[in-house]
């Protein structure tokens, strides 16, 4: 059960598993009226709304209600719960669940109460009702999370946010689960060595309305156009191509794996953020599945821990700038590079190594 809505790879991930297991898997929540995969044997609507995720009170019911009358009716066994407020108000439901913490919410909360920038011009009024309820959140999450943690079995993405949950529910049942593909939809196929020197980036990170800071990559075009580091491909975005930037607009799992198998290097340009030490994305696992080398940010650490030396950091763009030049220059250093990541990602980087992970979590739930 969820509020984000479908499609959620990660939610059909544990669907998939759950089906493997013998379950029959229902989803709850937002979805989207195009999506229709048949992992769930049904859908069911909850329309979760911001005043209804700051808790307050009113709105906080309204949702209560309708996810009791969906429990009523189809009586699960557990409800894997892939968000905080879903969990906190299936703790309220007294119903058994597994919590799927995987944006570490009360960490998250800060980052949103950082957003300088709004996609709508808000009045003096509404600025200061929203920085009183991004500072709500803060304290409200913080508090949700950890009655959930301390009392249900807990799923994250990465050992150093297991670490800080573990600490802060004063448990020991927190599983990881990390953001790995399917062992199911990776190209069995060796990288190729390419002619020309390509980097790609994928995912909508730059298109969010609201300018994240721990996903800011300001500048990262002008990097392209004003430097000879060869073309830059972005998928899942949309825009006007030019000679250096090209868009692949969105484009299905299997159709991105086979585009960026076409490329030699697999970027992730955040700007430094004292969040980046909990991010785990799932961008770099999918790139070295599909023969990429991965440059990242020097303060993506679960990044570096996972991949150890199948990957280069930089500092800022002006030190990726001279990595990016190094490597066009050295496409056969490069390509042993990229063989070694994809071998790499083969042993490591499944999702299918930590599903036992979720099974541990449903049987303590």
Known sequence: MTYLGLPNWRAEKAAICGLAKGYTVQFAGKSSPKYHNKIFSEIFAINWTAK??????????????????????SQPDIVHAHDLFTAKMISELKIPFVYDDYEFWSKYAKVLSEVTESPIQENFFKSKIKKFLQKRAIILW?????????????????????????SIGNTQ?????????????????????????????????GLNPEKLPHRNMNGILDVFKNNNVGNFVLIGFEGKNSDKIKYTGFIPRKEMFEEMRK????????????????????KYAEYAHAGLFVMCTSSLQTIIDTLK??????????????KLTYFKNNMDELYNKRIKTY???????????????????????
């Open 52 to 73: 209804a995720r700051w808790g307050i009170p009113f709105y906080w019911d309204k949702i209560k209600n309708q996810a009791n009358k969906i429990l009523k009716s």
């Open 142 to 166: 913080k508090n949700w999370e950890k009655d959930v943690i301390s009392s249900h079995p807990t799923i994250t993405v990465s050992d150093a946010i297991a670490s800080e949950l573990k």
């Open 173 to 205: 049942n927190v599983f990881v689960v990390p953001n790995f593909p399917l062992k199911s939809e990776i190209l069995q196929i060796s990288p190729v060595l390419h002619e020309e020197f390509t980097t790609v980036f994928q995912g909508s990170d």
């Open 263 to 282: 490329h030699s290097v697999g970027l992730i340009p955040w700007k430094k953020h004292w969040s980046h030490y909990y991010l785990n994305p799932n």
């Open 309 to 322: 030396h199948n990957c280069v950091t930089f500092e800022n763009y002006e030190d990726m700038v001279d």
């Open 343 to 365: 071998e790499f990602a083969k042993e490591n980087l499944i999702w299918d190594k930590y599903e036992e992970n979720i099974m541990k979590a449903y049987k303590m739930a």
